[in-house]
């Protein structure tokens, strides 16, 4: 071979080098370029809703890694398009930061959770797919369950407290200092936070521990983990490899107080998602507020976490009345005093 042919072949390779890292580098840049702007909560805020925005900031890097998605005329749901056929709405601009997800399969998509209703969530979803779509509440709170009315097909877990409250709803009365409208920003056109309250639906099923839900081509496995809640449920999809939890599991400080939390359940439960995620190989926590972080450590770290609590072998803080634990910046603990 010539001295010539091989520059010329050197030269070959390094622009087919160069232009594969631009190929590389090029979607990445876009993506992030798009999700900087897709969290930034916008100009004049008041000082209320500014109080919650050093949350937002913090977890505005995890979610810079993943695409957006635009939907027509969509304003309070960021969509975000996650590995495993999964979108995520993330309802970033109230302070409990709560993600609901839209799984597809090939006949059906499961709406896990309808966020604060606040958002027309229906509207959204019916935007990402032309499938049949039913709720399934990862348990009844009301940040959970706030837009099931909107939808014909409800499912939640098969204990009457999961059956009664989503049946009521809940009144403005009992949504007061829960959802401040004052601290809402940029809420939808026509919001009215004066009597904002979260319609009933009657649960059109009811699902138990070990159930299958089946979307075509695709299963879901119910795991009954109450603790947070006693209609606390994860939902494991083993084919590839993802773990919705809930409220059971997120980054940031958990909560297990309120008449409808147990401490003792709480880590078996946590116990019982641990073994999961080994068994199973979970890859991705598609949690319930703030953030998905990368990998599954924080998860199992809140296991042996939670036992260090009960046994008494930890300090706590107090905050407006309850007991905090923390383990880490991400792994933390709210418990009733008593
Ligand atoms: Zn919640």
């Not at 909560?41 to 919650?52: H, I, N, V």
């Not at 049949?132 to 509440?137: F, S």
């Not at 056109?189 to 979260?198: C, L, M």
């Not at 998905?292 to 976490?305: K, S, Y």
Request: with cysteine.
């Amino acid at each position: 071979m010539t001295r010539k042919k091989m520059n010329h072949i050197r030269k070959n390779r390094i622009a087919w080098l160069l232009l594969f890292a631009v190929l590389c580098a090029f979607p990445l840049s876009a993506a992030a370029g798009a999700s900087d702007k897709a969290l930034d909560p916008g100009p004049d805020l008041s000082e209320a809703q500014r109080s919650w925005l050093p949350d937002l900031e913090m977890y505005t890097p995890f979610w810079d890694r993943f695409q957006t998605v635009d939907v027509p005329g969509e304003q309070w749901f960021r969509v975000y398009a996650l590995p495993g056929d999964v979108y995520a709405l993330f309802e970033y601009r109230q302070s409990e930061l709560v993600i609901s997800y839209l799984i597809l399969g090939e006949t059906s998509a499961l709406l896990w959770d309808t966020g604060l209703g606040i958002g027309d969530i229906r509207s959204c979803v019916q935007a990402l797919t032309a499938l049949p779509i039913t709720v399934l509440n990862s348990h009844n709170h009301p940040d959970h369950i706030g837009g099931n009315a909107q939808f014909d097909r409800v499912m939640c877990y098969r204990i009457d407290s999961a059956v009664e409250r989503l049946t009521q709803g809940y009144t403005h009365e009992e949504l007061e200092g829960f959802i401040v409208p004052e601290e809402i920003i940029r809420p939808p056109e026509g919001f009215a936070g004066d009597t904002f309250f979260i319609a009933g639906k009657a649960p059109t099923a009811t699902v138990e521990d070990g159930q299958t839900i089946d979307l075509g081509n695709r299963e879901l496995e119910v795991l009954y983990t109450p603790g947070h809640n006693d209609s606390c449920i994860t939902l494991i999809d083993a084919h590839n490899g993802l773990l919705f939890t809930g409220d059971t599991w997120y980054p940031g400080p958990l909560y297990a107080f309120g008449e409808d939390a147990s401490l003792p359940d709480y880590l078996e439960s946590m116990r019982r998602i641990e073994t999961v995620i080994r068994e199973k190989n979970i890859r991705w926590v598609y949690c319930s507020h703030n953030a998905i972080l990368p990998g599954t450590d924080p998860v199992i770290e809140a296991g042996a976490f939670l036992e260090d609590v009960i046994n008494g072998r930890l300090a706590y803080t107090m905050k407006d009345g309850m007991k905090v634990y923390t383990r880490s910046k991400f792994v933390s603990l709210q418990v009733s005093a008593a």
